[in-house]
Structure formats: C-alpha cells, structure tokens
C-alpha cells in the first residue's frame, strides 16, 4: 500500500472555529510532513515528524498545531485561522533520511471564510 | 524559501513532442527530486538523481544533474495529453542536520492532443 490518505478533502471554516485535517499513511514511514501551497506556487514546508517527534517548524503560526499521535497518523489542527490561510493542505510521509522520495497524500482544501 | 527556478514557468507542446524542463538551484545538495502535480491534487514524484550521478532514465524521462552549474534538466519523450501538469524540482542540502524538501516554482506543462 503506497497510498497517503488525507481527511477531509474540502473543508470551509470560520475565523474561530477549530477543526482538524488527518492524514495517515501504512508504509511504515517514520518521517511526515505538513505542506502549505497556495495557488499557482509550490509547495511550501510547515512541519517535519521524524520518528513521531517533532524536528522541524518552518516559524509556522502557533494557530496551526501539528499532532502526530503515532507513527501512521499525523494530525493539524487549525484555530482561529485568517482568510489568507486558506490553501491546500498536503500531508507526505517517506522514509527517513536524505536519500527518499516523499510519497504526497490528494491534500485538503481549505477555504477559511 | 524556495531554492529552484524552474525554466520555463510554462510550455506548451504537440502531443508527441519533446519537453524539457530546466531547473537551477543556489546551495550545496545532497539530491535533487522531480514531481508532477496534477491540477490541485497531490505530487507524484517521478525521479530522483543524486550529487554523484550526472544521467538517470525512468520510462520517457530522462533527467540531468551537472553540480557545478546547479542546475538539472527532466526531458520528458514522446509526449502525451496525460503529461500535462506542473513539474517541480525539488532538491535536499548536503551535510548533517535536516533533509526536508525545498521546491523550486514550478513549470506547467500542456500537452496539446
């Protein structure tokens, strides 16, 4: 199974709502990460799990919290987000280390209104 | 931050033609990664080539490494409608510490049937 799931696929939210995208992945990776990428861009990193523990915040707003509850799941759960939050969210798992291809989930999308 | 420039940010192409991508990058890397994107979905990665290697081939790409101008080229052959997507590069540092992925912007491919 090379396959990254991502949940929801479409997600509208309020400036003060809370809510959560899951992404999970049976590889048996031990690295995850959060992407942000907003239209016409590339991909930009948020958050490395490496191991289930967090090694890399790209300075992200503390209004994005990443979660990985263990070594399949990887959790960002969003509060009180503002309009140019609003992107698609792409979660990737590989193995770790330098030499591995990242394996991307379809990504949410999400529109904060 | 953003490491690679893509060359050109588009191109269009008959299907059945050749098209090559070309990508620059500033620092020293450990390896340099290419994957397509379909519209508003998930990367798929294609290829990966290492410092050490200067020619790598899967299917009809062909891909390009020369470490002394950083820079790398994806010839994709013998086009087809279903290569139309964007293509980026995205390249890991050398030396010890992270691995994440830096993604060049990008260049959107269309293949004309």
């Known amino acids: 199974d090379t396959e990254v799931t991502q949940t929801p696929k479409h997600l509208v939210m309020g400036m003060t709502n809370k809510k959560s995208l899951k992404c999970e992945q049976h590889?048996?990776?031990?690295?995850m990460y959060w992407y942000k990428q907003k239209a016409k861009k590339p991909p930009e990193l948020m958050f490395v799990?490496?191991?289930?523990?967090?090694?890399i915040n790209e300075s992200v707003p503390s209004r994005f919290s990443p979660e990985c509850p263990n070594s399949s799941l990887l959790n960002l759960h969003l509060h009180a987000l503002q309009p140019e939050d609003s992107a698609l969210y792409l979660c990737?798992?590989?193995?770790?280390?330098?030499?591995?291809?990242?394996?991307f989930g379809p990504g949410t999308r999400l529109t904060v209104t | 931050s953003q490491q690679g420039e893509e060359d050109p940010q588009a191109l269009s192409i008959q299907e059945g033609e050749n098209a090559t991508m070309n990508c620059s990058y500033k620092?020293?890397?450990?390896?340099l990664q290419w994957y397509r994107q379909n519209s508003g979905r998930g990367l798929v990665h294609l290829i990966l080539?290492?410092?050490?290697?200067r020619e790598k081939h899967s299917g009809r790409l062909r891909v390009t490494l020369d470490t002394s101008k950083k820079s790398s080229s994806l010839l994709i052959t013998a086009s087809r409608a279903a290569d139309t997507a964007s293509y980026f590069c995205?390249?890991?540092?050398?030396?010890?510490?992270?691995?994440?992925?830096?993604f060049g912007k990008g260049t959107k491919l269309s293949v004309i049937p």
């Open positions: 799990y490496s191991y289930e523990k967090l090694s």
């Open positions: 995205a390249t890991v540092p050398s030396g010890a510490g992270s691995y994440q992925l830096t």
């Open positions: 590889m048996g990776h031990r690295a």
């Open positions: 080539i290492r410092s050490n290697e």
């Open positions: 990737a798992s590989s193995q770790a280390g330098r030499s591995y291809e990242q394996y």
């Open positions: 620092t020293s890397i450990n390896n």
